[in-house]
């Protein structure tokens, strides 16, 4: 397996501060997506979780860095430091600036802000002074300024067309000053245009680029990743309403300087600058259209009526039931071009191009009673194809009856998993094998911190699973994600025929892996991460209900691979609606034996013949770097099953069970050993 760099962490820890941490997940996801994945991290990630092998950026926000010292200092500073230093890249911006350079000077005379203090990391080989504007106060705008800075070009070689100055939004920096850097390793970028309140030295250097060992870091006084769209009004400030203004006027210049930064740091940026859609509507059908009209009339208790009206008000979400004919009425354009929340349309926060408050957003869900919904309403889901493939699948599977014979389907939701697990309300009236779909999600959920990277090409989908409490014991929910995985897998090679040699695997306990279709054959094969499943649980009457979420790259190439890529040329491309189908199929068959029989030997081969781990061997970090090789996985609750090994390699006659230490980023890195 190679553990490709696709993630990007935003440090959110001590010493951050909201604000800086918003700016800057949002402008970075902005640009960088489908590429990466943005993830806000802590403390507490950096010390434990083997987070460096996928990171392909480390930035820390702005803030105060005295909180970065504290809690970092020693071990922390060194895990960045190495983490750089064998080819990482870290992004500095405000505080993260003064934090990355040799020392720092902060208010110079100021007793109750005075900050002066070498800094461990030394990235810039000399003092970060600031703040290089009079003004600053901590938690505070009254400091903040528009500053014009201006781009050393020949620091960005083959860059493209870039402004020769830009305008950033500028609260508490500082200046790069005082480098000795004796072998070439520090470029400036950009330097302040106007004349500074601190001895700025001759190029009175707003951004600086280092080389540190294979890797870079870029360091930044102002906020090059503040967008004005971001920027709330403030009463009690005076001018800041001009402030806003005048970096409205220029943000395209400090967009395109910010995209050279990040492509300087070796980060592929998507040129075309990602918006931020607009929710669609969510459309409600079943395989069998009158059945809709008996779920919505097992929602009756939770429907609420306004102004002739309806809406389910839950816990996360408020969702208004609409009708298919209303959706092409005059009423209902009317409403479309009105900024009132409404989800197939811009609302103002969307409009505006800043960051968008979802919960806030009602979301429209239109009910098809009749008939499924025409191709005009979801162009990008073929309901036929879908509810075809499922009655073709089913005729080879009788077990399965059931599950997906309602799917509600959404062109762009926030994320199919939130939609269900966190509005309790409507999730304790669905029934088993209920169906949540989508093309693109714009916040989707990954395991831990993680954010699945789900762009139009993502097979997305939620299943609800009720579990009898009764069985939780001797059927255990842990088993749920491993027959999630099989489904998964064989969906894919029973596709159709020809598909059977498609090379994808498992990866415990419940990712999806294809062989690398850019390694070259004379090597041996490769596997990136193509897929993955998110099972959330909660407790209502007598049942554990699940919510089961799968993503897989289908037919979108970013950001590892896809299905598609792993075709011979003689194979027509997959459908997301008929692998999803597909998916049902399988699962629901699995589910149903499971609840008979209990996780069989049957589903144990399965599960071993498509996963990577045979007789892999791992060390226990936890347990002082004892070896052991993977056997299996336990039949009670699903950990791995491996034996000791001795110093020759040969079995001492232990047998272990392994968990995972729920890190994000390595389920073979920090594992957890207990006796069995």
Request: aromatic share 10%.
């Amino acid at each position: 397996m190679t553990s490709r760099r696709l993630n990007v962490l935003v440090y959110t820890g001590t010493g951050s501060t909201v604000e800086s941490v918003k700016h800057a997940i949002y402008s970075l996801r902005r640009l960088l997506s489908p590429n990466y994945a943005v993830i806000p991290i802590t403390e507490t990630v950096l010390l434990k979780e083997p987070w460096a092998p996928s990171c392909a950026l480390l930035v820390f926000p702005g803030g105060a860095d005295l909180g970065y010292c504290r809690v970092l200092n020693g071990e922390g500073n060194s895990i960045i430091s190495e983490y750089v230093r064998r080819g990482g890249s870290y992004l500095g911006f405000c505080a993260g600036g003064y934090y990355g350079c040799k020392k720092c000077e902060f208010e110079v005379g100021n007793k109750a802000m005075e900050v002066v203090g070498s800094r461990e990391l030394a990235f810039y080989p000399g003092t970060c002074r600031g703040g290089a504007f009079k003004g600053f106060q901590y938690h505070s705008e009254k400091g903040a300024r528009a500053v014009r800075v201006n781009v050393v070009k020949d620091a960005f070689r083959g860059a493209g067309a870039l402004p020769e100055v830009f305008t950033s939004y500028y609260n508490g920096g500082g200046v790069f000053v005082d480098s000795t850097d004796e072998n070439r390793d520090v470029e400036v970028l950009a330097s302040y245009a106007d004349n500074l309140d601190v001895d700025a030295g001759s190029e009175k250097a707003a951004l600086v680029y280092c080389k540190v060992g294979q890797g870079s870091a870029i360091l930044t006084g102002p906020h090059p990743e503040f967008a004005a769209a971001n920027l709330s009004p403030q009463n009690d400030v005076e001018g800041y309403d001009e402030l806003i203004a005048t970096l409205r006027a220029d943000d395209d210049a400090r967009t395109s300087f910010l995209k050279a930064c990040l492509t300087k740091l070796g980060l592929e940026v998507n040129q075309e600058t990602s918006g931020v859609p607009s929710l669609s509507r969510l459309h409600l059908s079943s395989i069998s259209s009158d059945n809709v009209d008996d779920l919505l009339h097992s929602w009756e208790e939770i429907i609420n009526k306004e102004d002739g009206e309806e809406y389910i008000k839950a816990e996360n979400d408020t969702f208004h039931l609409q009708k298919p004919e209303t959706m092409w009425s005059v009423s209902g354009l009317r409403e479309a071009l009105t900024p009132d929340g409404s989800s197939d349309q811009k609302s103002v926060s969307l409009n505006n191009g800043g960051i968008v408050d979802y919960s806030t957003i009602v979301k429209h869900i239109v009910t098809h009673e009749e008939a499924w919904p025409e191709a005009k309403a979801t162009p990008y889901f073929n309901h036929n194809a879908f509810y075809s493939s499922l009655q073709e699948y089913r005729r080879s599977e009788p077990e399965a009856e059931e599950w997906g014979n309602f799917l509600m389907y959404g062109e762009v939701v926030t994320s199919t998993n939130t939609l269900l697990e966190k509005n309790f309300k409507l999730l304790s009236r669905l029934p088993s094998g209920f169906t949540l779909t989508a093309t693109t999600q714009v916040a989707g959920r990954g395991r831990g911190s993680n954010v699945w990277v789900s762009p139009a090409g993502s097979l997305i989908m939620s299943t609800v699973i009720n579990h009898p409490a009764h069985l939780a014991s001797s059927r255990p929910i842990v088993f749920i994600q491993y027959l999630a995985a099989i489904a998964i897998v064989e969906a894919i090679k029973s596709y159709d025929k020809g598909y059977e040699e498609v090379p994808v695997k498992l990866k415990w306990p419940n990712d999806i892996y294809a062989r690398d279709p850019r390694q070259p054959s004379s090597l041996p094969p490769s596997y990136v991460k193509i897929g993955g499943i998110l099972s959330n649980c909660s407790y209502s009457s007598g049942s554990y209900q699940i919510v089961l979420g799968i993503g897989v790259n289908t037919t979108n190439g970013r950001p590892t691979t896809s299905l598609d890529a792993l075709l011979p040329s003689h194979l027509a491309p997959f459908r997301i609606e008929k692998l999803t189908a597909g998916i049902l199929t399988h699962l629901e068959t699995l589910y149903k034996t499971f609840i008979r029989r209990g996780f069989t030997r049957d589903m144990e081969g399965t599960y071993y013949k498509h996963w990577l781990h045979g007789r892999q061997i791992v060390n226990l970090e936890t347990q002082g770097g004892a070896k052991a090789r993977i056997v299996g996985i336990t039949t009670d609750w699903g950990m791995l099953r491996a034996e000791e090994l001795g110093s020759d390699d040969k079995p001492t006659g232990k047998i272990w069970a392994l968990q995972s230490d729920e890190n994000s980023f390595d389920f073979f890195r920090g594992l957890v050993k207990r006796k069995i």
